[in-house]
């Protein structure tokens, strides 16, 4: 049954977020900044979701709940990655809301297409720089018997096997926390602040709920997101339990890349349009063939 579960999951995560991409390249109605982070964010949601599930879903199919060493930290690596990448690119969709909204005349000129590339690169690098430290610089001694407590190598149920003091690595740990969680999460509040203020200024209600409408899928996602992963890593040690570390690590590694495409498509009207279009295409493509 979980077999199953997991399975549906991952190929609607794979299949939607691959729509997405396709939908974002082919449409030139869509090539604006707001959908260049959405493809971002579907193929960053593929990367996360395949780090995992693949493994998983062997695991689950064959019984055998065994991984390398090396197969540990790389899928530890990867995965940190690509949730902190995540956490700020969700961070960089509010502030390109904010522009939108506050900003609009300024809109194009400021999230133009290099501003857009490099935040994304600058993204990606930070994620990778604050992934090396944790996975592979934190020294792990372990002894044995090492047996993850989880369905993946995830950072704190590896660390619990270590039969080292591992308060400095702890220490180190939470500041991190801090700075890819606390902080990005911290700056969407202030921006949707903003965003709030500027809205309850525009005199129409027509006018207030297309701005309003153009943050909801956004902030669906941001509440998905960081509420399972603020819930998972910024809790004491000692409340932590691991029944409990396992729904939510599902909830952002599985659940939030499928739910992802569906949240950003079902109140779009763009994406909306521009899969129909595909659609219609398709259907006269195959109507000519036949």
Known sequence: MLLVGFLTSYLVSLAGNMVIIGLIRLDSCLHTPMYFFLSSLSFLDICYASSIVPHMLFSLASGHWTISYAGCKAQMFVALTCGITECMML????????????LPLRYMTIMNHTACQVLVAFAWLVSLMLSVVPVFGLPMPFC???????????VPAVM???????????????GRDI???????????????????????????????????TCTSHLTAVTLFYGTAIFMYMRPRASRSPAQNKMAAVFYTVVTPMMNPLIYSLRNKEVKGA?????????NMFSRMA
């Open 91 to 102: 961070a960089l969709m509010a502030y390109d809301r904010y522009v939108a909204v506050c």
């Open 144 to 154: 044995g018997p090492n047996e993850v407590d989880h369905f993946f190598c995830e």
């Open 160 to 174: 619990q096997l270590a039969c080292a003091n591992m308060s400095f690595s702890e220490t180190v740990m939470f």
């Open 179 to 213: 700075f890819t969680l606390f902080i990005p999460f911290s700056f969407i509040l202030a921006t949707y602040g903003r965003i709030a203020i500027t809205i309850l200024r525009i005199h129409s209600n027509q006018g207030r709920r297309k701005a309003f409408s």
């Open 275 to 283: 899969m129909s279009k595909v659609i219609n295409l398709g259907r």
